[in-house]
């Protein structure tokens, strides 16, 4: 079953653009952590944020902001005012505890100048 | 601070070789993993470590084997490679267990193709 899931597979954007990417998980759990990764075209996997269970109040970092809405099991991630360099592929994860951390299978996202 | 290291970075293979992928961290992390990325499926977990000489099954463990005979390194083997076992294997680490909330960082990857 899947755990964690990206419905967007790809989005483009012109720069400038804000743009939210969709993650909603899949848990019965009552403590557990999600994280969001991005996969730039050099390919590394780069760790923006980790959120857990008990701590709903939405983050900002910069440009970046993330939604976390127990009720609808979703960890939304949104940039703002986005620019050529946010262009990557976006992992959002799920770790609970018993099992290994379950990633989405990404989000392409292409920003154009 | 080097962090994670992978080697090879880039390999290409036959069918029915056996290759051994390298991955070395300088963070003294107890847990170590090996994932595999493939288009469409994201990252999947092949194997992981909790400490030196404990290692356990992931997703995906069929066709690798692993080691961890010193905390610093976590070698990935593929006994007889297969085309299917072509991808892109991601290793990483983390201080603790990921379901206490711990982050698991990663390596900059190994492409590896199967001919």
């Known amino acids: 079953a899947q755990k964690v899931t990206q419905a967007q597979t790809e989005i483009s954007v012109v720069e400038k653009e804000d743009v939210t990417l969709d993650c909603v998980y899949e848990?019965?759990?009552?403590?557990?952590?999600l994280f969001w990764y991005k996969q730039p075209p050099s390919g590394e996997l780069v760790f923006l944020i980790r959120?857990?269970?008990?701590?709903?109040q939405n983050e900002i970092s910069g440009r970046y902001s993330w939604n976390f809405q127990k009720s609808t099991s979703s960890f939304n991630f949104t940039i703002t005012a986005s620019q050529v360099v946010d262009s990557a592929v976006y992992f959002c994860a799920l770790s609970e505890e018993d099992n290994d951390m379950r990633f989405g299978a990404g989000t392409r996202l292409t920003v154009k100048p | 601070d080097a962090g994670i290291t992978q080697s090879p970075r880039y390999k290409i293979t036959e069918t029915g070789r056996q290759v051994t992928l390298m991955c070395h961290q300088t963070?003294?992390?107890?847990?170590m993993f090996w994932y595999r990325q493939d288009l469409g499926h994201g990252l999947r977990l092949i194997y992981y470590s909790a400490a030196a000489d404990i290692t356990d099954k992931g997703e995906v463990p069929d066709g690798y084997v692993v080691s961890r005979s010193k905390t610093e390194n976590f070698p990935l083997t593929l006994e007889s490679a297969t085309r299917s076992q072509t991808s892109v294997y991601f290793c990483?680490?983390?201080?603790?267990?990921?379901?206490?909330?711990?982050?698991?960082?990663f390596g900059e990857g190994s492409w590896l193709t199967v001919v």
């Open positions: 990483a680490s983390s201080r603790g267990k990921p379901s206490s909330g711990n982050t698991i960082y």
């Open positions: 959120r857990n269970s008990f701590d709903e």
């Open positions: 848990t019965r759990d009552t403590t557990y952590y």
């Open positions: 963070w003294s992390h107890s847990y």
